[in-house]
Nanobody
């Protein structure tokens, strides 16, 4: 399986920016896509963004379109999430996943996630 290590979370004021990184290792050749989900306290984990390794096609949740940008560095097996115009409702633990999609629904292969990184946006 693919091992994932996230970094880059922190505390930022509303309107600010953060960049998250997710480094993949292991069986990366078998990965179709990678991306990010997030989970706020008391809420279910929700899809944020995904990028397909081959071709670089991207997909975003409506709530982050126009504010977040996902990108990849194939040589480094690393995926980035540039978050701008952050809002307090973006506060959550952000999880990186080795993703797959079926019927337009993204999920993590084997339900395996990185350790997560906390993003806190103050108002």
């Amino acid at each position: 399986q693919v091992q994932l290590v996230e970094s880059g979370g922190g505390l930022v004021q509303a309107g600010g920016s953060l960049r998250l990184s997710c480094a993949a290792s292991g069986r990366t050749f078998s990965s179709y896509a990678m991306g990010w989900f997030r989970q706020a306290p008391g809420k279910e984990r929700e899809f944020v963004a995904a990028i397909i390794w081959s071709g670089g096609n991207t997909d975003y949740a409506d709530s982050v379109k126009g504010r977040f940008t996902i990108s990849r560095d194939n040589a480094k097996n690393t995926v980035y999430l540039q978050m701008s115009s952050l809002k307090p409702e973006d506060t959550a633990v952000y999880y990186c996943g080795d993703l797959t999609v079926y019927g337009g629904i993204w999920s993590a292969r084997g339900n395996y996630w990185g350790q997560g990184t906390q993003v806190t946006v103050s108002s």
